[in-house]
Structures are given as structure tokens and as C-alpha cells.
């Protein structure tokens, strides 16, 4: 019977089989020929604050949330790697304001390790560098407070 149908028969309803048709034939490109996603400086900036965030957690109620700018270089030529996209280096720098006191060098510590891996991860850039400043101290105690002066 012609309407009948065998394992290896997929059921084509064009009337053609398989092997009828052209199929068509893709060139192969090598990845570092193929393009590259260029993502903006604002991004990765955005990308750098919310990770400087993430890393200091809680913050007085005065402080302004951290800010970040960016500097995009190509990274240095090196010799081609098959299968390796070349990508560019991110030199970060990052604006806080802190409580007082604290630890202001293990925070800004985290901070810079916090920038990098967030940025790695999600830009997927080399980060050799993250400048954090601290712009401000906003003290835990009103000025005169913690030594009871009184007027």
C-alpha cells in the first residue's frame, strides 16, 4: 500500500522526500570572525554600583548609594588562541559613602573583589583594576554625642 508508512518514514506532507530536497549549506566562521556583543559603559557602570551595593549591605539612611565609572580599553594583543574571543579590560572606579566607624579597608576590599566577580560574570570582562573612593563618613553618633558635651 502507498499510504502506509515505514519506521524510517517521518510523515513529510510536501510530497518529496528526504532526500529530495536542497539543503542548504552553511559556511563555517571561526568565533573570533564571527563579531562581538559590545556592551556599553553605562551598563557595566550599572553593573559595577549594584555589586558595590551588594557588597556593603546595609548603609546609613543618609548616605547616598555607590556610584561607579567605567574606563573600556581593548585588552593588549596576545597570540590568537583557537576558539578564544579577545575582550576588553574594564578599569573601575566606584564612589561610596560609609558609616563610621568601620572597617573602611575590608569594606572597600570587598567592594573591589565583589565589582570584579560581578562584572566577570555578568560582562564577561577582565576587571584589573577597581578604584574605590570614599567620598564620605557619616558618623554613628551625632557630633558631641559619644563624648556628652553639653551646651
Known amino acids: ?9 517521518q510523515g513529510d506532507r510536501s510530497g518529496l522526500a528526504a532526500g529530495d530536497r536542497p539543503q ?10 564571527r563579531g562581538a556583543t559590545r556592551i556599553a559603559e553605562r551598563v557595566v557602570a550599572k553593573i559595577a554600583a549594584q555589586a558595590a551595593r551588594e557588597a556593603l549591605g546595609s548603609l546609613p539612611p ?19 588562541v583557537a576558539g ?27 567592594v573591589r573583589r ?14 584589573p583594576e577597581v578604584a574605590v573612593r570614599v567620598e564620605r563618613l557619616h ?8 563624648h556628652g558635651r553639653i551646651r
Open 24 to 33: 542548504p549549506v552553511l559556511p563555517v566562521v571561526a568565533p573570533a570572525e
Open 1 to 9: 500500500m502507498s499510504g502506509d508508512r515505514t519506521d524510517g518514514d
Open 84 to 110: 578564544e574571543v579577545p575582550s576588553a579590560a574594564v578599569h573601575v572606579r566606584v564612589g561610596l559613602e560609609l558609616d563610621y566607624p568601620t572597617d573602611i579597608g575590608g569594606r572597600c576590599a570587598a
Open 139 to 146: 558618623p554613628a553618633h551625632p557630633t558631641g554625642a559619644a
Open 114 to 127: 565583589r565589582v570584579t566577580e560581578r562584572v566577570e560574570e555578568l560582562a564577561g570582562m577582565t576587571v
Open 62 to 80: 543618609e548616605a547616598a548609594p555607590p556610584h561607579a565609572g567605567v574606563d573600556v580599553r581593548p585588552r593588549a594583543p596576545a597570540p590568537a
